[in-house]
């Protein structure tokens, strides 16, 4: 079973408007976290936000915060008034803290946002 | 700025050669680093965890004779890819995890795009 599920291959939003990335992740660790990273073409990755399963608060960083909803396991990520600059493939990704590999990254499939002008 | 670096950014050679590719943490010691491997339009696959020191942790289905991995300082890991041929072509990123105030978070260098003939 895929351990990060992100369902839109592609989404399309028109520039200054929000737009929401889905991700939802399975674990049985009570002990996680929580990834957004963003890969433009030139293919670097980009840390974008981070959520610890503990955290009370959700995650906010600049135009992106993250909407966690731990009972439904979903880490959605949701990007204010967007920018042509956004367009790129967004990866939400899992650190579970067992197998004595704590840093261990597991990826979805990835969407590509396109920004509008 | 970027924290982490990789050497080369891209690379061509002929099928049969091996080909060393550098990744480096630039302002923080890394006691673990790791290596994927992305196929165009598809997420990032796990190949191995490095760990300063000992020997690295292949992921199930990655030869750890084809592709060798080194880590020989806090601020160095290699992946060395062994008689390269076409299927081996692909972009590698490596990444380094930084500790900060109880948090870490992956940093990843700008990948490395190997093509071989």
């Known amino acids: 079973a895929q351990k990060i599920t992100q369902t839109q291959p592609g989404m399309f939003v028109q520039e200054k408007e929000a737009v929401t990335l889905d991700c939802t992740y399975d674990?049985?660790?009570?002990?996680?976290?929580l990834f957004w990273y963003k890969q433009p073409s030139s293919g670097e990755m980009i840390f974008l936000i981070y959520?610890?399963?503990?955290?009370?608060q959700n995650a906010t960083e600049g135009r992106y915060s993250l909407n966690f909803q731990k009972a439904r396991k979903s880490a959605n990520l949701v990007i204010s008034a967007s920018q042509l600059g956004d367009s790129a493939m967004y990866f939400c990704?899992?650190?579970?803290?067992?197998?004595?590999?704590?840093?261990?990254?597991?990826f979805g499939k990835g969407t590509l946002l396109t920004v509008n002008p | 700025g970027a924290v982490v670096s990789q050497h080369p950014s891209r690379v061509i050679c002929k099928s049969g050669t091996s080909v060393k590719i550098e990744c480096r943490s630039l302002?923080?010691?890394?006691?673990?680093m790791f290596w994927y491997r992305q196929f165009p339009k598809q997420s990032l696959m796990l190949m191995a965890t490095?760990?300063?020191?000992?020997?690295?942790?292949?992921e199930q289905g990655v030869e750890k004779d084809k592709f060798l991995i080194n880590h020989a300082s806090l601020t160095l890991s290699t992946l060395t890819v062994t008689s390269a041929h076409p299927e081996d072509s692909s972009f590698y990123i490596c990444?380094?995890?930084?500790?900060?105030?109880?948090?870490?978070?992956?940093?990843f260098g700008p990948g490395t795009r190997l093509l071989v003939l």
């Open positions: 990444s380094a995890t930084r500790s900060r105030g109880g948090r870490e978070t992956q940093y």
């Open positions: 302002d923080f010691q890394a006691t673990t």
């Open positions: 674990t049985s660790d009570p002990s996680y976290g």
């Open positions: 490095s760990n300063e020191g000992s020997k690295a942790t292949y």
């Open positions: 990704a899992m650190r579970e803290n067992s197998g004595g590999s704590n840093y261990k990254l597991t």
């Open positions: 959520q610890g399963s503990y955290d009370q």
